[in-house]
């Protein structure tokens, strides 16, 4: 491919609305153009990057034993019913009608369309297990589309599901899923941690995320560096509250006694006797305007992200203090208990579970005290309440935990019969029995994975592709092409590359040899071959590793060998 030909603008300004490294990078170097928000245009570099990453996943897909096909993108309604999720789903889903007024949606995720297509294909125990997959865009109204393609409303995912007989078969699978995750990922050139991960909305209870570890996450996690455990905070475990654990003293049941007119933090931490580095916070949060109170300990972050869990939403915003004022009769720029009069809380259970079982915030009057998480109360929807804190100590080794945002780019479910029962998605056993097909379900985000490989490979002057992904492998440069020597060298190195199947671009500009090397950088290929004016004096062009800056000079005919 000619430089002059290919359609890669480059932005010389940093853009305005670019959140992150890899999407500032990704529309500077002519990768994506927005379209809408969360929706965009793959330029051509990014679609051989795609492509690239799409063929290790499936690669990796097929070893393990899957099959590829394509399910359709526009699901109709009466699936998601059947299974409850059309009303659980929520905003996220993009809707639509057809001229006959039937409901569909866009596919955000493809659970329902496959279980329906095994239900009517799969008879018998002598076609299980089955693994199928495809690579596909997925639609999901997000409410913060962010970082360019990391948070789209359109974007591309591998998804997989297996088939098993039975408990011990879906183990085998996700065993299989698991080490199928781990070496894509490797081989993009990606660094990712599997976490353990609460199952959230798809349901299910076993599920690993692959997380890559970077400030821009949107999840947090928790990590060991002393053994390998590490868990989305989601689902990290409580450790007992200090006056429980290892106290000579016995715990006192817990009690619920009558509000207090509490008005500041220190008021609160003497009524809930507890020390006051471990208080919790009751903070008021508007979630989608209506004002929710949430007991939080630690990191304000967290808890937004674990609220807009709970309720579909990331539109989370601090009540103002007018509001807090004029709800709980609290001063303004006041952080502390609710379960003031007027206070509405959300009748969310976990949320109720957390304040009640902490402070009995959801009670207008009265507050439990002496509360021991675990004794007397079970959270319906996470592990636990207790967000795990760097310094924790580790559950597996007793090492210390670490913290860190983390970008989601694989996770890992196993479904059991979830969807098998509710769609009656049943096989017939070798014992004669009908039983429900044993599932799971696998994602990959392609195009978020592309992103994320930026974010971990770059430096001040662009991307850093790593060699399996890169949309090109090598540049040949002509430091000056009028220069009738120079441009038949870049030429010939170009074919010779190219003939050896080095995917090689020539950069064939009339342009200062300034804003070609810039450009070279700014896109990221593995290697720049220059002929430059050392080509006249010694016959010889330099190879430069754009991964360490390290220059090779190196004979016109061995530039080709060096490269490959
Ligand atoms: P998140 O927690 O970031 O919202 P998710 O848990 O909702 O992601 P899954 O349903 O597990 O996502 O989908 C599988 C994979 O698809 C994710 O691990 C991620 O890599 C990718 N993905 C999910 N949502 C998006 C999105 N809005 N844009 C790009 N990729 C996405
Ligand atoms: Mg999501
Ligand atoms: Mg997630
Ligand atoms: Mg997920």
Not at 386 to 394: I, L, N, Q, T
Request: aromatic content about 6%; some cysteine.
């Amino acid at each position: 491919m000619r430089m002059s030909a290919l359609l890669a603008p480059t932005l010389r300004e940093q853009p305005a609305e670019a959140e992150s490294d890899s999407h500032r990078l990704m529309l500077r170097a002519g990768l994506i153009r927005k379209v809408s928000a969360g929706i965009y245009t793959y330029m051509p570099l990014a679609f051989r990057v795609i492509r690239k990453i799409s063929e290790i996943v499936r690669q990796e897909m097929d070893r393990a034993g899957a099959q590829e096909l394509q399910l359709p993108i526009v699901q109709p309604a009466e699936l998601w019913l059947a299974t409850g999720r059309w009303q659980e789903y929520g905003p996220e889903m993009f809707r639509l009608r057809d001229r006959h007024g039937r409901e569909f949606c866009l596919g955000p995720t493809h659970e329902e369309i496959i279980t329906a297509l095994v239900k009517a294909e799969v008879r018998s125990y002598r076609q299980l297990p089955l693994m199928l997959y495809q690579i596909q865009n997925k639609y999901r109204d997000e409410i913060r589309p962010r970082f360019g393609v990391i948070r789209g409303r359109e974007f591309i995912m591998k998804d997989l599901y297996s088939f098993d007989r039975d408990e011990a078969g879906l183990e085998i699978s996700y065993q299989k899923m698991h080490e199928a995750y781990v070496r894509a990922f490797r081989r993009c050139g990606l660094q990712t941690r599997a976490v353990e991960a609460d199952p959230g909305a798809i349901g299910g209870d076993v599920t690993h995320e692959f997380m890559v570890l970077s400030p821009i996450g949107e999840a947090q996690v928790v990590y060991c560096r002393r053994c390998d455990y590490a868990a989305n905070v989601e689902r990290a475990p409580v450790a007992p509250p200090p006056h429980a654990a290892g106290s000579e003293k016995p715990v006192p049941p817990a009690e619920r006694v009558a509000t207090p007119a509490v008005r500041t933090i220190d008021e609160l931490t003497a009524f809930l006797g507890v020390a006051a580095e471990r208080v919790l916070k009751t903070l008021i949060y508007l979630v989608d305007g209506q004002p929710v109170a949430v007991v939080v300990r630690g990191d304000h972050r967290l808890n937004e992200v674990k609220l807009g869990r709970l309720f579909g939403t990331s539109r989370i915003e601090a009540a103002p203090p007018e509001l807090i004022e004029r709800r709980t009769g609290a001063p303004a720029g006041y952080v502390g208990p609710v379960g003031l009069e007027g206070m509405e809380v959300v009748a969310d259970p976990w949320a109720m579970a957390v304040a009640d079982a902490v402070t009995g915030a959801n009670a207008a009057d009265a507050h439990l005290i002496h509360v021991v998480p675990g004794r007397d109360f079970r959270p319906t929807r996470v592990a636990d309440v207790r967000v795990a804190e760097p310094g924790d100590a580790c559950p597996r080794c007793g090492g210390t935990l670490e913290t860190s945002a983390g970008i989601e780019v694989g996770q890992i479910f196993k479904l059991h019969t979830k969807y098998s029962e509710a769609l009656g998605a049943t096989f017939l056993d070798e014992d004669g029995k009908e039983k429900p097909v044993v599932m799971g379900c696998y994602g990959i985000g392609i195009t978020r994975t592309m992103a994320a490989v930026i974010e971990q490979h770059h430096d001040e002057r662009g991307i850093i592709w790593p060699v399996t992904v890169a949309p090109y492998h090598a540049i040949v440069v002509a430091v000056n092409s009028r220069d009738a020597g120079q441009a038949q060298a870049a030429e010939r190195i170009y074919r010779e590359l190219a003939e050896r199947g080095v995917e090689v671009l020539l950069d064939d500009r009339d342009e200062r040899p300034g804003v070609k090397f810039n450009d070279a950088d700014l896109m990221g290929f593995p290697y720049r071959i220059t002929v430059g004016s050392r080509l006249a004096a010694s016959g010889e062009v330099e190879a430069r590793r754009r991964r360490d800056g390290q220059d090779v000079p190196v004979g016109v005919d061995g530039a080709a060998a060096l490269v490959e």
